[in-house]
């Protein structure tokens, strides 16, 4: 078997990739530079999407795999029942026993929920610390893992996992009851308790930054854990989580599983012993989670699921800045977001400029060797997505969209595929409609604000949106008429650690980052005592 630091460091990536595109290399940070200034990102010539950028010798990433096993109760070990395919460990249904009892007996019997707030604040602290001294280890296992940019892994998604330690550091003794006054001689506790075992399932697109979303505050709160790493990018997980024992963390407290999810996922979803859940992945995958957790023991459940984020450009815009914006909202890490701007509304005023100037700018998209210096575009993730990707850009000529630019694959080697994009779309069409998880661009015409606020929320997703205006009347409008669980107004994928995320409608249930996510890993029990002769209440 084989979700930003900060909003300066998207930034600093998107001004990257502009220069990209005019046919500059992007800057590697000084921490990234061996002695001939190419440490990790060796030199070679930038590869457009219309050359056979597929097509290069690959470069060796500049790391080793030392982690291949499963991680259980502090030791990497050979699963118990499953087979080893390209040297790592799948975990089945007796793994996942053995890690839930790590966790369970981590739990009621180990130091981590007993052990002060602040000594837990401690050790994220140690282990964001050791995170970036292991930067570019960390950030060539997620390329080499994932395909992804190796300059984005290691500016953007590593720095990002080390903040997000931290800020829940900074949570870990500062979570508080309350003393709420009675209406007669009591005394009133609100407490705030550790929920137990979570089992937590994490996806491929971005497996540091949802290790972190989910392990961050799960261990603020006290809890012990079993995670699941999604089967295509099991690496990076279990090299983070041999870096946290190092910072401190005791035994049992994080297990971590490779494994698929018919076998170990529904394991771990259905399993009596664990007592929260949480799940990031497809609408569809969301809903047989949170079925076998209703079957089991009925466990709380969050779910971070699909999107087909609406990306609404009005016609006071500067379109050139529009374009930049919204090329980046859905061609960010190959178009694998659950938040990507992939429903492109423009206004009809400046329709016909913006699809010009957005085949434009996707024509000098680089797609390449994501370990190649100055890379906006690695592969797909593997050939079922690579494969369903092409199958929707058939479905979008078939239907009558217009195919602007790109519609097939780049090179004969790797699963790249040519920055893609249609105007002329319909909200009746697939493409518009489902969510694709690819670089394809859809382009919708419309007319006026109420049109496109009732066309926005006309779907069954509700993750996020975007908003292009000048007006502050226009952004207040659409704003708070957006069904969505995010709205970035003049900006996109920003996201900081204390902003929560998550959804409406078929796009999930709870909330990943900020205080919020604390919400998911507590118990909340009620303590009332008698108070006889109280002097005051």
Known sequence: MARRAASSLVSRYLLASRAASAGAAPAVPSALRGPDGTRGLLPGVLQRFSTAAAAEEPISPPVQVNYTKLLINGNFVDSASGEVIAHVAEADAEDVNRAVAAARKAFDEGPWPKMTAYERSRILLRFADLIEMHNDEIAALETWDNGKPYEQAAQIEVPMVARLMRYY?????????????????????????????????????????????????????GNTLVLKTAEQTPLSALYISKLLHEAGLPEGVVNVVSGFGPTAGAALASHMDVDKLAFTGST????????????????????ELGGKSPFVIMDDADVDHAVELAHFALFFNQGQCCCAGSRTFVHERIYDEFVEKAKARALKRVVGDPFRKGVEQGPQ????????????????????????????????????IQPTIFSDVQDGMKIAQEEIFGPVQSILKFKDLNEVIKRANASQYGLAAGVFTKSLDTAN???????????????????????????????????EKGVDSLKNYLQVKAVVTHIKNAAWL
Request: glycine content about 14%; proline content about 6%.
């Open 169 to 221: 550091a900074g949570w870990a003794d500062k979570i508080h009851g309350l003393v709420v006054p009675a209406d007669g001689p009591h005394h009133v506790q609100v407490l705030h308790e550790p929920i137990g075992v979570a089992g937590q399932i994490i996806p491929w697109n971005f497996p540091l930054l949802m290790f972190a979303w989910k392990v961050g505050p799960a261990l603020a709160c």
């Open 284 to 303: 569809d995958t969301g809903k047989i989670v949170l079925e076998l957790a209703a079957r089991s023991n009925l466990k709380p459940v969050t779910l």
């Open 381 to 416: 993730i593997d050939d079922e997505q690579f494969n369903k990707i092409l199958r929707y850009i058939r479905s979008g000529v078939d239907s009558g969209a217009t195919l602007v630019t790109g519609g097939d694959r780049l090179g004969d080697k790797g699963f790249y």
């Open 477 to 511: 409008t659409l704003t708070r008429a957006l069904r969505v669980g995010t709205v970035w107004v003049n900006c996109f994928d920003v996201f900081d650690a204390g902003i929560p995320f998550g959804g409406y409608k078929q796009s999930g249930i709870g909330r």
